[in-house]
């Protein structure tokens, strides 16, 4: 993941000319990226983000290049092919956030595009997105700032209302209310109430998650690290008020303008003892999910729990799915396992969700994980989750 600084660090493509090039070159090395210069215009085919510095390179996109564009210059130099423009080198520091959060969402609408055309084929047709058709309700917590009230009067112009939340408990019972559809947090420090919100939104047990945006200041973007990761979409925050109205109004208009899609599961796609989706749904989805994994090199881990007779089977099940993010899936895989897909997830990060989940349970639970690899099948995968060997041998392989 983008937001990890290890022996591994994610590839970044760099496109700059000297003295600059060096020293964006250490600046994305301390944001724990792994830059590699590119000589001239051309950029390899691969799906490596390329970093485009506009200050000393003019540079043409290809249109027919999917991969995440970073460009960094004056704020009107922002190209439209990029999906994350920065105007100042500090802004770096936080690259590993912005790019984690734009994988994030890529990855989402292709897991939910994925979900529908598996729910078609049992006979559960997609009903398409559904709008809410209510003001957009936009939920602020922050230091009350003297351009808070611009920005809630730049947005009210357009039909959107801010309510600032007097402290972080507030802003929870407001959430998990599902009054509103975005959250606004803007932190003074890296331990306020709103970046402590920001650590733990995720934990929060709220029907319809917001969409959550990191209003971020300039001298936060060494200190917020990680936490960082936790927002779906990073606004700076400038002396240019009116630019970050706009883009709030942005955020605000994407929500309503892309509601989740709907669609439903036959009966022939659940479980009825479990709530979760059938062994035929799984073998279908997973199949899609490895040709999806082959097509964009990317990776597909699956973690199957055994259920004991003493365990109550559909309280088991039903933790097991409350933990799970929206891209990942949880299935009844057999009469004594509940079988879990993460796809985009690697080895090590299904470890650690198995892990959790364990904890979660407060019991001992064996499970095993395996991360699919090119050699496996449809059959050897789901096979091999439940293959009769040591049980104790489960928890690690």
Same mark, same amino acid.
């Given at each position: 993941?983008?937001? /990890?600084?290890?022996?591994?660090?994610?590839?970044i493509?760099?496109?700059?000319?000297?003295p600059?090039?060096?020293?964006?070159?250490?600046?994305?090395?301390?944001?724990?990226? #792994?830059?590699?210069?590119?000589?001239?215009?051309?950029?390899?085919?691969?799906?490596a983000?390329?970093?485009?510095?506009l200050?000393? #390179?003019?540079?043409?996109?290809?249109? %027919?290049?999917?991969?995440?564009?970073?460009?960094?210059?004056?704020?009107?130099?922002?190209?439209?092919?990029?999906?994350?423009?920065?105007?100042?080198?500090?802004?770096?520091?936080?690259l590993?956030?912005?790019?984690?959060?734009?994988q994030?969402e890529?990855?989402?609408?292709?897991?939910?595009?994925?979900?529908?055309?598996?729910?078609e084929?049992?006979?559960?047709?997609?009903?398409?997105?559904?709008?809410?058709g209510?003001?957009?309700?936009?939920l602020w917590?922050?230091?009350?700032?003297?351009?808070?009230?611009?920005?809630? !009067?730049?947005?009210? /112009?357009?039909?959107i209302?801010?309510?600032?939340?007097?402290? #972080?408990?507030?802003?929870?019972?407001?959430l998990?209310?599902?009054?509103?559809?975005?959250?606004?947090?803007?932190?003074?420090?890296?331990?306020?109430?709103?970046?402590?919100?920001?650590?733990?939104i /995720?934990?929060l047990?709220?029907?319809k998650?917001?969409?959550?945006?990191?209003?971020?200041?300039?001298?936060?973007?060494?200190s917020?690290?990680a936490?960082?990761?936790?927002?779906?979409?990073?606004?700076?925050?400038?002396?240019?008020?009116?630019?970050?109205?706009?883009?709030? #109004?942005?955020?605000?208009?994407?929500?309503?303008?892309?509601?989740?899609?709907v669609?439903?599961?036959?009966?022939?796609?659940?479980?009825?003892?479990?709530?979760?989706?059938?062994?035929?749904?799984?073998?279908?989805?997973?199949?899609?999910?490895?040709?999806?994994?082959?097509?964009?090199?990317?990776?597909?881990?699956?973690?199957?729990?055994e259920?004991? %007779?003493?365990? %109550?089977?559909?309280?088991?099940?039903q933790? =097991?799915?409350?933990?799970?993010?929206?891209?990942?899936?949880?299935?009844?895989?057999?009469?004594?396992?509940?079988?879990? !897909?993460?796809?985009?997830?690697q080895?090590?990060?299904?470890?650690?969700?198995?892990?959790?989940?364990?904890?979660?349970?407060?019991?001992?639970?064996?499970?095993?994980? =395996?991360?699919?690899?090119?050699f496996?099948?449809?059959?050897?995968?789901l096979g091999?989750?439940t293959?009769?060997?040591?049980?104790?041998?489960?928890?690690?392989?």
């Amino acid at each position: 993941m983008y937001g /990890e600084q290890s022996f591994d660090a994610p590839v970044i493509h760099g496109v700059s000319e000297s003295p600059r090039l060096e020293m964006l070159q250490t600046r994305l090395r301390q944001a724990g990226s #792994r830059p590699v210069p590119v000589r001239g215009s051309y950029l390899p085919p691969d799906s490596a983000p390329a970093f485009i510095d506009l200050v000393t #390179r003019a540079f043409e996109f290809d249109t %027919n290049d999917d991969r995440l564009f970073v460009t960094i210059g004056k704020q009107e130099q922002a190209p439209t092919a990029s999906e994350i423009h920065l105007t100042d080198i500090a802004q770096i520091a936080t690259l590993p956030a912005r790019l984690s959060i734009r994988q994030r969402e890529k990855q989402r609408k292709r897991e939910i595009r994925l979900r529908a055309q598996t729910s078609e084929k049992f006979g559960a047709p997609v009903a398409g997105a559904i709008p809410s058709g209510q003001k957009s309700r936009v939920l602020w917590l922050g230091h009350d700032a003297p351009f808070l009230n611009a920005i809630k !009067t730049n947005l009210s /112009e357009h039909n959107i209302s801010l309510v600032a939340a007097i402290s #972080r408990l507030t802003a929870e019972d407001y959430l998990v209310s599902g009054a509103f559809q975005t959250i606004v947090l803007c932190p003074t420090s890296a331990d306020d109430e709103a970046a402590k919100l920001l650590s733990s939104i /995720e934990q929060l047990e709220i029907s319809k998650p917001p969409k959550v945006v990191l209003l971020l200041r300039p001298d936060l973007a060494n200190s917020l690290g990680a936490v960082a990761n936790h927002a779906d979409q990073i606004v700076d925050l400038t002396i240019d008020l009116d630019f970050v109205a706009t883009r709030l #109004r942005t955020v605000c208009s994407e929500v309503e303008a892309n509601p989740e899609p709907v669609y439903g599961l036959s009966t022939a796609a659940q479980d009825p003892t479990t709530g979760l989706v059938s062994r035929e749904y799984l073998e279908s989805h997973v199949e899609a999910q490895m040709a999806q994994a082959d097509r964009l090199a990317c990776s597909l881990s699956l973690i199957a729990f055994e259920v004991t %007779n003493e365990m %109550n089977l559909k309280e088991t099940a039903q933790v =097991i799915k409350s933990m799970l993010r929206d891209t990942d899936l949880a299935a009844r895989l057999d009469n004594s396992h509940v079988c879990v !897909t993460l796809p985009d997830t690697q080895y090590r990060g299904a470890i650690v969700l198995a892990r959790r989940i364990e904890q979660a349970l407060d019991r001992p639970i064996n499970w095993r994980v =395996i991360e699919r690899r090119r050699f496996h099948t449809l059959k050897s995968l789901l096979g091999g989750l439940t293959a009769k060997t040591s049980l104790s041998a489960r928890k690690s392989a």
